[in-house]
């Protein structure tokens, strides 16, 4: 085992681990916007006057924008591997593999924290009545 070898395996750990950690957080938040735009619809098919529900458009909104982004999480994870299979020709075994995943664990485990965070606010954005409004205007009024 080189130094080269070594040194890719780390590398794309990394990456690999980073890229898996989002992909997974917002294929998570998908499965929160379609599961808040469902309770949504029940709610509103139950009594037809119901209020304080979350506007369709602001689930739709957060559910097309984390769906670009676990596609882009997702096509980057696809390309890197086939990229660093092709050029470096770097295989899963052996003490490569046990390098590649630790550092992929380790920067998998060190966004968690985050993830978690993220993951919260976009449940809030979409089950919470009026917190996305809320939130904008916060926003705003920071800027």
Same mark, same amino acid.
């Given at each position: 085992?080189?130094? #080269?070898?070594?040194?890719?395996? &780390? @590398?794309?750990?990394?990456?690999?681990?980073? $890229?898996?950690?989002? *992909? =997974?957080? /917002?294929?998570?938040?998908?499965?929160?916007?379609?599961?808040?735009?469902?309770?949504?619809?029940?709610?509103?098919?139950?009594?037809?006057?119901?209020?304080?529900?979350?506007?369709? #458009?602001?689930?739709?909104?957060? &559910? @097309?924008?984390?769906?670009?982004?676990?596609? $882009?999480?997702?096509? *980057? =994870?696809? /390309?890197?591997?086939?990229?660093?299979?092709?050029?470096?020709?770097?295989?899963?075994?052996?003490?490569?593999?046990?390098?590649?995943?630790?550092?992929?664990?380790?920067?998998?485990?060190?966004?968690?924290?985050?993830?978690?965070?993220?993951?919260?606010?976009?449940?809030?954005?979409?089950?919470?009545?009026?917190?996305?409004?809320?939130?904008?205007?916060?926003?705003?009024?920071?800027?």
């Amino acid at each position: 085992m080189n130094v #080269t070898t070594i040194t890719i395996a &780390l @590398l794309w750990g990394a990456t690999a681990g980073f $890229l898996a950690i989002h *992909l =997974l957080a /917002n294929l998570l938040a998908v499965i929160f916007c379609l599961h808040g735009i469902l309770l949504t619809r029940w709610k509103r098919l139950k009594h037809k006057a119901a209020t304080g529900l979350v506007k369709y #458009t602001i689930n739709l909104r957060l &559910l @097309l924008r984390v769906t670009l982004y676990a596609l $882009l999480f997702g096509g *980057l =994870l696809y /390309n890197g591997d086939l990229f660093i299979h092709k050029e470096f020709r770097l295989q899963y075994q052996g003490t490569g593999s046990i390098i590649f995943y630790l550092a992929a664990t380790l920067a998998a485990l060190s966004r968690l924290k985050n993830m978690r965070k993220r993951s919260k606010v976009i449940w809030r954005m979409s089950h919470d009545f009026d917190y996305a409004e809320r939130r904008q205007r916060t926003q705003l009024l920071k800027n």
